[in-house]
T-cell receptor, first 115, second 110 residues
Framework: DSGVTQTPKHLITATGQRVTLRCSPRSGDLSVYWYQQSLDQGLQFLIHYYNGEERAKGNILERFSAQQFPDLHSELNLSSLELGDSALYFC??????????????FGEGSRLTVL | QQPVQSPQAVILREGEDAVINCSSSKALYSVHWYRQKHGEAPVFLMILLKGGEQMRHEKISASFNEKKQQSSLYLTASQLSYSGTYFCGTEYVNDYKLSFGAGTTVTVRA
């Protein structure tokens, strides 16, 4: 158990819909990273928050947005869903602002299926 | 900008060695290595920093060549438990992104 909690674990929805994925980082961790992993593919960096502020964005679609709240939990919002958005979405947390301060702890992921 | 990993896949017999490479076209700030087993989340193996020493995790070690901007992961005397997909993650100075390579799938057979 990494200490990172993601909900829901599985989600099935239809094209055009909107979903929210939630992540609670490990106690004390200030950084939250979001990654997308399509079937048997690599980990695509989406966005990084540190202590409530956005630090970096990857190739995140305009239909996707995220935020980190004062209690440090984070939400990833996906709207106008398309079939190609089906993937496993991982959240990871770490203590520092930059990755050289230590490891990323990954949650178990939220598997999104768009039909 | 994602690092480039090679090879894409490797098949080993128990006890054999393998090397996985991770290359960047830009100066690196840090390199992370993770292993992901099928259906599970990635798990941290080690981190290498500029000017840092070679790291080890059990019989897995890694090095960081700053001149070449390349890191190598060494699987020594491989065990069945080493099977999985290995990802390197890289961050550049003032980047705040940890971007991962496409991964190297390692299969260790008895």
């Amino acid at each position: 158990d990494s200490g990172v909690t993601q909900t829901p674990k599985h989600l099935i929805t239809a094209t055009g819909q909107r979903v929210t994925l939630r992540c609670s980082p490990r106690s004390g961790d200030l950084s939250v990273y979001w990654y997308q992993q399509s079937l048997d593919q690599g980990l695509q960096f989406l966005i990084h928050y540190y202590n409530g502020e956005e630090r970096a964005k990857g190739n995140i679609l305009e239909r996707f947005s995220a935020q980190q709240f004062p209690d440090l939990h984070s939400e990833l919002n996906l709207s106008s869903l398309e079939l190609g958005d089906s993937a496993l979405y991982f959240c990871a947390s770490s203590s520092g602002e930059v990755s050289n301060t230590g490891e990323l702890f990954f949650g178990e992921g939220s598997r999104l299926t768009v039909l | 900008q994602q690092p480039v990993q090679s090879p894409q896949a490797v098949i080993l017999r128990e006890g054999e060695d393998a090397v996985i490479n991770c290359s960047s076209s830009k100066a690196l700030y840090s390199v992370h290595w993770y292993r992901q087993k099928h259906g599970e989340a990635p798990v941290f193996l080690m981190i290498l920093l500029k000017g840092g020493e070679q790291m080890r995790h059990e019989k897995i070690s890694a090095s960081f060549n700053e001149k070449k901007q390349q890191s190598s992961l060494y699987l020594t005397a491989s065990q069945l438990s080493y099977s999985g997909t290995y990802f390197c993650g890289t961050e550049y100075v003032n980047d705040y992104k940890l971007s991962f390579g496409a991964g190297t799938t390692v299969t260790v057979r008895a």
